[in-house]
């Protein structure tokens, strides 16, 4: 494959990964497969990430990931901020964002401070009312968020939703209502560690019930002051206006990097043969799309889409799904079945509560009415 039939466009996205150390032991880390070794990236590798980074592209997304990337300590990354000056004053006003997903633990007024000065967005974690079972530290965590929410510093959390936190998605929901956090349900990641756990492993059949039933109340809840998702994703898939990546083509803006340079398609984990190799492999971050992992990625992404775009009714809307859902469920070229499931029971629902909405002028969620007002407008 010639380098001049990739299109890569302005924007890049890239995952960093600065360290594996961790301070905290979720009973459901999909990263506990490879350890917490409290091996740190240097400066120089960040360096040299940009050097090849910042001549192609326009908008730069930067993911600090983990491990816990607050480890590295707030003096590591007010020199990333001064690195990424650099290479903006040399190449130009660059977009440059940056994005912290923590745990959230290290979380203080220094921190707070340097985000608000750099305009960094932070997404937290947190299971609600089952966090103690799943993640611990619920106490600790709970006074960080009021902490920022003093500091007028947004609060938004992923919650990884098991089998033993499903029947209690509802609950979940009130609770970050009262304390005035945007969340993010995920089912949890099938891995080796989550497979040999009941506590954890989900099935689809019972998922989609609680969530078919969340949606519902989500749907016409007129307190509703917080953004909830995948529910809000779901709606703008409705309409085709899905931003999610695992519901749009993520391919060619989308890497990740570990703190040794090595290059993966994404932050999930992947096989070694999608690997990209190594970013002082390379003078310009593109050619690691060309590197054979990420052809092999590509092959078996483009095949996954043409089966689903003639076997699938909602093709148009879903694109195919996530590679890595689909490698998880063992063949890159076939969809991943638990979400397919999912992604149609979501959709269908989402449709009939909408007619029901216009048919019968009932109040909803704000979330909602915004959403649908922009298509009548």
Not at 100 to 113: K, R
Request: glycine share 4%; proline share 3%; aromatic share 14%.
């Amino acid at each position: 494959m010639e380098e001049k039939s990739f299109d890569f466009g302005k924007t890049i996205n890239i995952i960093l990964k600065p360290t594996n150390a961790c301070n905290m032991r979720c009973s459901y880390c999909y990263h506990a497969e490879k350890g917490y070794a409290n091996n740190r990236m240097s400066l120089d590798m960040f360096d040299h990430i940009c050097s090849i980074t910042f001549p192609h592209y326009e908008y730069i997304t930067l993911i600090w990931h983990g491990g816990e990337p607050l480890l590295m300590g707030i003096d590591f990354y007010i020199q990333v901020c001064n690195i990424i000056d650099k290479f903006k004053e040399i190449y130009g006003n660059k977009s440059v964002k940056m994005i912290f997903q923590t745990n959230s633990l290290l979380i203080n007024h220094e921190w707070i401070n340097f985000f608000n000065k750099h305009h960094i967005h932070v997404g937290t974690s947190f299971d609600g009312v089952c966090n103690e079972l799943t993640r611990g530290n619920t106490q600790d965590i709970l006074n960080v968020f009021k902490l920022m929410q003093e500091e007028s510093f947004p609060v938004s959390a992923i919650s990884v939703v098991t089998s033993q936190t499903l029947p209690h998605l509802l609950e979940d929901y009130h609770f970050y209502k009262k304390h005035k956090i945007n969340i993010k349900f995920n089912p949890v990641f099938k891995t080796d560690l989550t497979q040999s756990n009941e506590d954890t492993l989900l099935t689809s059949e019972s998922f989609i019930k609680h969530m078919l039933t969340f949606l519902s109340t989500w749907f016409y809840d007129t307190n509703c002051n917080i953004a909830v998702e995948p529910f809000i994703d779901f709606c703008l898939m409705s309409i085709n206006k899905s931003k999610s990546c695992s519901f749009s083509s993520c391919l060619l803006n989308w890497l990740c990097v570990d703190w040794m340079g090595n290059i993966t398609p994404c932050g999930r984990n992947f096989p070694e043969e999608y690997n990209m190799g190594n970013v002082h492999d390379y003078l310009n971050i593109q050619e690691a799309f060309y590197s054979n992992g990420y052809l092999k990625l590509l092959k078996g992404s483009v095949q996954r889409r043409a089966y689903c775009k003639i076997n699938c009714p909602i093709f148009d809307k879903c694109h195919g799904g996530c590679s890595n859902d689909a490698l998880i469920y063992e063949d890159i070229t076939k969809p991943d079945i638990f979400y397919c499931k999912y992604v149609k029971a979501m959709l269908a629902q989402i449709d009939s509560l909408l007619e029901n909405y216009k048919s019968n002028n009932i109040n909803v969620n704000p979330y909602v009415e915004n959403i649908f007002k922009q298509v009548t407008m």
